[in-house]
């Protein structure tokens, strides 16, 4: 409720004319939830709130879809994780060839992600088989790919752990 309470104070308000930060609210104090209120909303699939550092953070429930909202979360990091990882392949380097090596060296990192998602308990260390990250065979790419160096269609795909849901990461990546 307190968000709601923030959000209808500064909402009304002209565009660019409040700020959200440090805002105090008179009269509104947070309760927290009794240990057989959080087991009840648990038992719901209910999305509950806590403390966590220097703000809230959203634990358990599920999304609309059915999806749990853990394994939402997990599947960002590790997209986050592997753009970050493709794009400082690409830039720290003076050249990455169009050729097998290449290819090499683009597996290799998107691997490298999947190992550390596994070591980090966000994807299930005994779906080996499934965790992995594809590129494909620049034979098997389609020619226009081929003359722009765009290995289109790199996939990582894993098993999320808590949750069991395979998760699939699409990519297409350009090099120079």
């Known amino acids: 409720m307190l968000h709601c309470r923030v959000a209808s104070q500064c909402l009304s308000r002209d565009p ?5 930060a440090n805002k105090s609210l008179t009269g509104a104090t947070d309760s927290g939830l009794t240990g057989s209120q959080i087991t ?3 038992g719901k699939n209910c999305n509950t709130y806590t403390s966590a550092g220097y703000g809230p953070l959203t634990k358990q429930g ?3 879809s059915g999806i749990s909202i853990e394994a939402v979360r997990d599947s960002f ?4 994780s ?6 400082n392949l ?4 003076a050249k990455t060839p169009f050729n097998e090596s290449g290819r090499q060296l683009l597996l290799s990192t998107g691997n490298g992600v999947v190992q550390r998602m596994i070591s980090e308990g ?10 992995q990250f594809i590129v494909p065979e620049i034979a098997d790419l389609d020619p226009d790919d ?9 996939q990582l795909v894993a098993t999320h752990l808590s949750s069991m849901v395979k998760v699939t990461i699409t990519a297409d990546v350009s090099v120079s």
Do not use: H, K, Q
């Open 82 to 87: 592997l753009e970050l990882a493709l794009y």
């Open 90 to 93: 690409l830039t720290t380097r």
């Open 62 to 64: 599920e999304m609309v």
């Open 122 to 131: 966000v994807f299930d260390p005994d779906a080996d088989e499934v965790n």
């Open 146 to 154: 081929v003359a722009a160096r765009n290995y289109a269609d790199c």
């Open 77 to 80: 990091y590790a997209a986050n």
């Open 40 to 42: 009840i909303a648990e």
């Open 16 to 20: 660019g004319a409040v700020s959200f």
